[in-house]
């Protein structure tokens, strides 16, 4: 088997691992990333909790483009995050976002485009 991509979510352990949690639970379906930085549908990664001592092959099975204050409802819903309404998406990941654009000295507007991706668990990945 090919060397996978491995990656987390999140900036920080405790998003990371809350997030990684999301997913191990099967709440967590779906994730957005700024447009340009997404991946292929159908690719095969490696998701990590903060520490990577957990670790879960996953597949991408969409993906599309659209506008952050074009999300909707059901997207949010598969995120997972919070009590799962568009309304605490939209302000988790406005705060994301503006910090992402800052680093990249871009400033956040409604009409960023997102990468939102749809995944599922392919297995457990055991570790030492």
Do not use: P
């Amino acid at each position: 088997m090919k060397n996978l991509e491995e990656w987390k979510f999140g900036g920080n352990k405790k998003e990371s691992d809350e997030l990684f949690a999301l997913v191990l639970s099967g709440k967590k379906t779906a994730t957005c990333c700024l447009f340009g930085y997404g991946i292929e549908n159908d690719t095969v990664s490696i998701l990590t909790n903060f520490d990577k001592s957990e670790k879960l092959k996953i597949k991408i099975t969409k993906q599309y483009i659209c506008k952050f204050c074009d999300v909707t409802k059901e997207h949010a819903r598969k995120e997972g995050e919070g009590d799962l309404s568009i309304e605490y998406w939209q302000t988790v990941h406005k705060k994301y976002f503006t910090k992402e654009l800052k680093k990249l000295g871009k400033t956040f507007t409604e009409n960023i485009e997102l990468c939102c991706e749809e995944f599922i668990v392919l297995e457990k990945i055991k570790t030492k």
